[in-house]
Structures are given as structure tokens and as C-alpha cells.
């Protein structure tokens, strides 16, 4: 069945970095960031109920190391683990309320999100940052509190974003049909996973990114590249 004769979309899942915000501003500010803040936290907040709990997890993940040297070591290796993500969006969202932080979308991301929002489209986002940094990102950007236009957010509670299955959580808690769920992402692994579950596809290449474009989903360039090729709303066509 091609695009054209697929039914109309009625959702669009949305991971971020890569997708929505630049590889950059993750990797040269938010994770910086949460690496010079997170010592400070552990110290001062070691009473907090979910600082315990997330060092409580970190205990059972790693026995015997310490809870900041397993953090570095998980920071050092870009690991998606549910205590790390916790912890650095209690950090993010510190730097938020004080004005450290802002949030800087592609260009095309505003507009569309607003536009397909405007339409009727339910939104919602599926990152392995947690729901409250997924929820400091877009409610602290340069152009604004962006929170509004999503109807969900969805982390690692899910599952891994390359297990299949973790999809059709999305798709159960969101009372959603599959084949109504457009799911954008920069990562091959992660469309494939959405794919098995039944949702369509598009990958997002961004050049400033390095991201390469594979070869088993449809392309695109920009938010206003995939409402031209599934037929959605965009403020330039509209």
C-alpha cells in the first residue's frame, strides 16, 4: 500500500535529539551540564525520596560501585538507563528554572508541531530522556512553552526504543491504532522496532547532525518534508 492510498494519520510520535533538537544541543549542553551539576545533587539532596530510589536502582544495576562513579560511567557511555535519565533531568530542571537552559528546535519544528496540533493531529513524544527533562525541553525553548501542543510523553517506562514491543505500549496507553501513528526518528533501529509494531515510519536526516540515511524507511529532510510526503498540514501549504 503506498502513501497515498494509506488511510489519513491521526498521530505522530516523536523522538528528540536528532529529530527535533540538534544532536549538539544534547551532547554540548545538556549532558555538560548535568555532568558538572549531578555531584552536587547526590550531596545535597541524598534525603530526597527520589534521589534514594534512583540510587537505590543504581545499587542493584551496579553492586558495589559508587552511585557518581557508575553515573560518569553510564555518561561516558551514552547509556539509556532509567536512574541516569531520573536524575539528570532533576538537574536540567534546576537550570531551567533558572534561566541556564533553553531548548533550540530545527527551525521547521515549530511551525509544524503548531500547525498539526491546529489540524487535530494528536502529538506526542517517545525520547529515553525522561517525561519531566522530555517536558523541561519543550516547555523552555527559545520560542516559548511548546508543552501544550503534546497529548503525551513517554520514556524508558516504556521499554527500549528498539524493542518492539515498547511501541505497542505506546500504542495501548495512547488507545491508539497502529497504522493511524506516524513515528519519527533519526535512528534506523528505532523505526525498524516501530515498524514490527505495526506504526508507520520516517527517518529524519539532518546533514548538520552526521546522521546517514538508511535504506528500509521513507526520508526526510524536515517536518516539512514529511507533511509533504504523507500528506499532512504545514504552514507553507496550508
Known sequence: MTQATQPPLRAVLLDIEGTTIPVSFVHATLFPYARKALPALLRTHADDPVVKAQIAEIARLAPGVSPLRQLEAWMDADAKVAPLKALQGMVWAQGYAEGALKATLYPDVVPALRCWAAAGLSLAVYSSGSVAAQKLIYGHTTEGNLSSVFVGFYDLQMG??????SYRRILDAARWQAGDVLFLSDVVAEL?????????????????????????????????????????PHPEVA
Do not use: M, N, W
Open 192 to 232: 525498524d522496532a516501530a515498524a514490527q509494531a505495526g506504526l508507520r515510519t520516517c527517518q529524519i536526516v539532518h546533514a548538520q547532525d552526521g546522521t546517514q540515511p538508511g535504506t528500509t524507511h521513507p526520508v526526510a529532510g524536515s517536518l516539512a518534508e514529511v507533511a509533504q510526503r504523507f500528506g499532512l
Open 160 to 165: 527500549g526504543k528498539r524493542d518492539a514491543e
